[in-house]
């Protein structure tokens, strides 16, 4: 099993200009989660997923979209990005959060992105 | 909204000192707790978590955390840090019942040789 992945594992942008984020899990995982790293803040959850064709807002969800397609793929799009969205980010899935047993967060290698 | 504390943003050890960082968290309501540890370079790994029982939780690499529920605190705890054990750790906290995880700002651990 490759876990979780990410592609790319760097980027450097232009601001104004586009690109999306994939992220891949093969644990046949229902949930999905995108985060970004800032130094001091920890990981903020941008937006996550419950299944195949559901997504929900997390904590900072402004300039950021999402699709899950398919139950494996999450993707992560900046439509214009902005410097303030130069950060690591971090995609991680699970089998499931809610009720009474909670599974933990696999997570993928990260992606840096520098947008100037 | 949820918060969780990290007082420690740095921490110098050296080898084979005894090791407790902090976490505290501002929910009331039942939660689920985690501490994940983050290697240069690497993606973050789970060292331990807790969802219900015994409020001492061991963890891989010798790491235990105590859950003290009147203290909303959730602390990492080793007798005895390695050199390998250089990374920066992060507690993180989920309402029993939610769907997304909050995480504290992290600490940064050294140990020297």
């Known amino acids: 099993n490759a876990g979780v992945t990410q592609t790319p594992k760097f980027r450097v942008l232009k601001t104004g200009q586009s690109m999306t984020l994939l992220c891949a899990q093969d644990?046949?995982?229902?949930?999905m989660y995108w985060y970004r790293q800032d130094p001091g803040m920890g990981l903020r959850l941008i937006h996550y997923s419950v299944g195949e064709g559901t997504t929900a807002k997390g904590e900072v969800p402004d300039g950021y979209n999402v699709s899950r397609l398919k139950k494996q793929n999450f993707l992560l799009g900046l439509e214009s990005a902005a410097p303030s969205q130069t950060s690591v980010y971090f995609c991680?899935?699970?089998?499931?959060?809610?009720?009474?047993?909670?599974?933990?967060?696999?997570f993928g290698p990260g992606t840096r992105l520098t947008v100037l | 909204a949820q918060s969780v504390s990290q007082h420690n943003h740095h921490v110098i050890l050296s080898e084979a000192a005894s090791l407790e960082l902090g976490c505290n968290y501002s929910?009331?309501?039942?939660?689920?707790l985690f501490w994940y540890v983050q290697y240069p370079g690497q993606h973050l790994q789970l060292l331990l978590k807790y969802f219900s029982g015994d409020p001492l939780v061991k963890g891989i690499k010798g790491f235990e955390a105590e859950f003290i529920k009147s203290k909303f605190s959730f602390n990492l705890r080793k007798p005895s840090v390695q050199w390998s054990d250089t990374a920066e750790y992060f507690c993180?906290?989920?309402?029993?019942?939610?769907?997304?995880?909050?995480f504290g700002g992290g600490t940064r651990l050294m140990v020297k040789p």
């Open positions: 644990m046949n995982h229902e949930y």
């Open positions: 991680a899935s699970s089998f499931r959060t809610s009720g009474s047993r909670t599974d933990t967060q696999y």
């Open positions: 929910y009331g309501g039942t939660v689920n």
């Open positions: 993180a906290v989920k309402e029993n019942a939610g769907n997304m995880l909050t």
